[in-house]
């Protein structure tokens, strides 16, 4: 090798083992950090103590539900029957679905930019320093997966024994842990992060329809949860083959490769961190979808600035396959859970009601989402800023009003009044658009204010207003389907007052806080010159670019 | 392949998704030779780098790093390789000697307490040794990065836009660093903005466009920057400057080329036709 100037004749020794690269930056960093031992022990006593009284409260509460579900089904079926078991099993397969994809898409091995750029230009063995990087995440999988699996399974079966518990903990454990390191062994491989995400999406958007399926062709299909001991060491199996070969392909991964992950990972924990659910979503998604697209769009129907916003929300939601594939997988939950024994109770359906149409909405208003991030967006366009809320409303208006009939047909179709319960569903859409579009233009919790000392670390003062923008409005506004759902029936009475909280919800959705003279200029410039005691002889509303206000 | 070669590049394509963001292009650098890349904004200079680099699969062509494909999963290549992008990253808590420090010791390098001393002193950086790289302005944290790159044994060295946010001293002052490295017999391959930086430095440059990428000299070169950025014109002729020959900076200049180049298409096309080509015709960007 050439020995350039610099070097002079200092000439290069053995190069370093990786494990003595990560001590000296771990000591140096330690020389500067002000955390004391002490202070180290009890963040991880305090952690462990959460995690214990988190998951012992879990527990209490999965009893308590299973326990307060009646013993026999509450309404007689046509044929339509699932175990709650069965349930729970596919609830287990749409977690590995979640896992998986997840994994692929933090990586699941990634390092930060900085290790990115000061260890692996290094020519030491980058095995060595990645793997602790390489086992964080299953790690942390199997950690979290095996006590959520416990929980679920003492919530489907009754009189689980001790032994069982511990069969049921150490296979939720492994399961979970092999599935993300499964991931990574793909990741060595080469195969794109977007096709193992992709597969967990499928797993996960199929659980429903597989659910119906297995409830319209067997009746009384009852599945074990507890994993006999033949299934425990095969799992073990899978995880310790499946880890050998990640430890030893470590070195195939490229640095492009582990930066992206890693780059992923750190946005994504921010976002965890700051209570930020849009940008983790953001996080997670960018990056899986292609850099180029086959064709383009000519546009050549857009010829309104209204126009223009109302085909890119669509465009924006039919481009991501995900979204779609949410909302058609949400639709399938309800009448999963109406097809479940013991849980087709009406507080179980309209709770599905609820979670799964809060999830489809979620995958809505992509679009306005964006908008929010960058509020040139929606400046761009020559129209004032209620307007662009109020034409933002209309995508997830379209497609929660598909979704509503497609839920609430069935239910008016079982209890013998299809018109009334669609007439309902058409009332309560616009809930849906109007919370959709509350909850995309939400402020982000100000973390620069006074934060308050809670259980779960320092918060700012207000997160709770701000995180409950969006399912304030479900909440509020679905209270008549709520009660359509408990009686089993609908009213006219009701059908009108959930109209009304359907123009309250819209009201509420399309309103833009902080209105500037510039925003009610481009609306009424006449309001506008009286508010700011000047005379304008100017019409300014179609030329400005207004403030889109949050 | 002579022992000297240090990249061969053969109608290298490099892109996104499967686009070409620039020309193919074609170029030996050899040892104690500095190549350097121009051409506008996004026309593909750092893309080529990622690619001599190993970030990025190139999409066609030919490409070899000291005699080898390109790997930098390999840590032989990492070793002979080193390289200044624009990565501005840091580790939140080590110091700005302590990065040295870690870059010298992780390549093996004796006495690298020493060497990190003498880097920091010549790139300006001695008062700043212990504090962390947060507290630097954005040109010392350059000078960092820069330091970083020679604080380590290498045959290449890949720089892109060194020049970025240093001061005019320091700016001569890494000129006359690469002069030195070409003369201790190592290579140098960057991408520059700077007509003064590519003069001093560089013995031969590669005008990366969209049409066609052209080899000429770095008088020329400097010509077809200061062009560009007074907003183009024509007046900078390409001249020859053979593929792999050894020149020094400005030879030959005044000739018209007749490096054959290569189109996206593949359709072969002379050198003259376009120099300027880096700021005219249609323009596909990097996403």
């Known amino acids: 090798m050439t020995t350039t100037s610099d070097l002079g004749d200092r000439r290069p020794l053995a190069v370093p083992s990786p494990r003595s690269i990560r001590r000296y930056t771990r000591a140096a960093a330690n020389r500067h950090g002000d955390t004391s031992i002490g202070a180290l022990l009890s963040d991880v006593y305090s952690a462990i103590l959460m995690a214990a009284i988190g998951l012992g409260t879990a527990i209490g509460v999965a009893t308590t539900l299973r326990d307060s579900l009646p013993k026999v089904p509450a309404r007689p079926h046509d044929g339509l029957l699932l175990p709650l078991s069965t349930l729970a099993a596919l609830v287990v397969l749409a977690l590995a679905g979640t896992a998986l994809s997840l994994a692929a898409r933090l990586g699941p091995v990634g390092v930060g930019a900085a290790e990115a750029r000061w260890w692996l230009s290094l020519p030491v063995r980058r095995r060595g320093l990645l793997r602790p990087a390489a086992w964080r995440l299953p790690a942390t999988a199997a950690l979290v997966g095996g006590p959520v699996v416990l929980v679920l399974v003492l919530f489907a079966q009754e009189g689980m024994s001790g032994s069982a518990a511990v069969s049921t903990l150490v296979g939720g454990l492994l399961g979970a842990g092999a599935i993300v390191v499964l991931a990574g062994v793909a990741q060595t491989l080469g195969i794109d992060r977007r096709v193992t995400a992709r597969v967990g999406d499928v797993l996960l958007g199929l659980v429903p329809v597989l659910g119906l399926a297995v409830a319209l062709g067997a009746r009384d299909l009852a599945i074990g949860l507890t994993p006999s001991v033949v299934v425990l060491v095969l799992l073990l199996v899978v995880a310790a083959v499946g880890g050998v070969l990640l430890d030893l392909r470590l070195e195939r991964i490229p640095v492009r490769e582990l930066r992206d992950s890693g780059s992923v990972a750190t946005q994504a924990a921010g976002a965890v961190v700051s209570l930020d659910s849009r940008e983790l979503g953001r996080a997670l998604a960018d990056r899986m979808t292609s850099v180029r697209r086959r064709r383009s769009i000519r546009f050549g129907w857009v010829s309104s600035p209204a126009r223009a916003l109302l085909t890119a929300d669509i465009v924006l939601w039919w481009r991501s396959p995900r979204h779609v594939v949410q909302v058609v997988a949400a639709a399938a939950v309800p009448a999963l859970v109406a097809a479940v024994s013991r849980l087709d109770t009406p507080f179980a359906l309209a709770t599905a009601y609820l979670v799964a149409g809060y999830v489809a909405m979620l995958a809505t208003a992509e679009g306005p989402r964006r908008a929010e991030m960058a509020p040139i967006i929606d400046r761009l366009l020559p129209i004032g800023a209620r307007e662009v809320r109020r034409l933002r409303l209309v995508v997830p208006g379209v497609l929660m009003g598909l979704w509503t009939l497609a839920v609430l047909g069935p239910i008016g179709w079982s209890n013998g009044d299809p018109a009334g319960w669609l007439a309902l569903a058409v009332a309560a859409t616009p809930v849906w658009a109007g919370a959709a579009i509350r909850s995309a233009y939400r402020p982000s919790p100000d973390w620069s204010g006074p934060l308050a000392a809670t259980p779960m670390g320092a918060l700012p003062t207000g997160v709770g207003s701000v995180l409950v923008r969006g399912p304030d409005v479900v909440l509020l506004g679905m209270v008549p389907v709520l009660i359509s759902i408990g009686i089993g029936q609908v009213t006219q009475t009701l059908i009108v007052v959930q109209a009304v909280c359907a123009l309250i919800a819209v009201a509420v959705g399309s309103r833009v806080k902080g209105f500037s003279i510039l925003d009610m200029a481009a609306e009424d410039p006449r309001a506008a010159a009286t508010k700011s005691g000047t005379k304008t002889g100017t019409k300014t509303g179609t030329t400005s670019t207004p403030k889109s206000g949050r | ?287």
């Open chain 2, 1 to 287: 392949m002579p022992s000297d070669v240090v990249i061969r590049a053969r109608s290298l394509s490099v892109g996104y998704g499967g686009e070409p963001v620039c020309a193919p292009v074609t170029f030996t650098v050899r040892a104690g030779d500095a190549l350097a890349l121009v051409g506008a904004n996004g026309s593909g200079k750092s893309t080529i780098l990622r690619a001599v680099l190993g970030l990025l699969e190139p999409s066609g062509g030919e490409l070899s790093v000291l005699g080898r494909p390109v790997d930098e999963r390999e840590a032989i290549f990492r070793a002979e390789v080193s390289s200044v992008l624009d990565d501005d990253a840091y580790f939140p808590a080590l110091t700005v000697a302590e990065h040295l420090l870690l870059t010298a010791r992780g390549h093996g390098v004796d006495d690298a307490t020493g060497l990190a001393a003498e880097l920091l002193a010549e790139f300006g950086l001695s008062s700043h040794a212990n504090v962390l790289p947060v507290s630097l302005s954005s040109g010392q944290r350059r000078r960092l990065l820069l330091a970083a790159g020679f604080a380590r044994p290498r045959r290449l060295l890949v720089l892109d836009e060194p020049e970025q946010r240093l001061d005019q001293q320091m700016r001569s002052a890494l000129a006359e660093r690469l002069r030195a490295e070409r003369a201790a017999g190592g290579a140098v391959l960057l991408a520059t903005h700077d007509p003064v930086l590519l003069e001093a430095v560089a013995s031969r440059a590669v005008l990366v466009g969209d049409d066609q990428s052209v080899l000429m000299s770095p008088a020329d070169a400097a010509r077809a920057i200061g062009a560009e950025t007074l907003g183009g014109g024509d007046e900078a002729a390409p001249t020859a400057a053979a593929d792999g020959a050894p020149g020094p900076a400005g030879t030959a200049s005044g000739r018209t080329a007749s490096v054959a180049t290569t189109t996206p298409k593949g359709q072969s096309s002379q050198a003259g036709q376009s120099a300027q080509q880096g700021g005219s015709g249609k323009r596909r960007r990097r996403p």
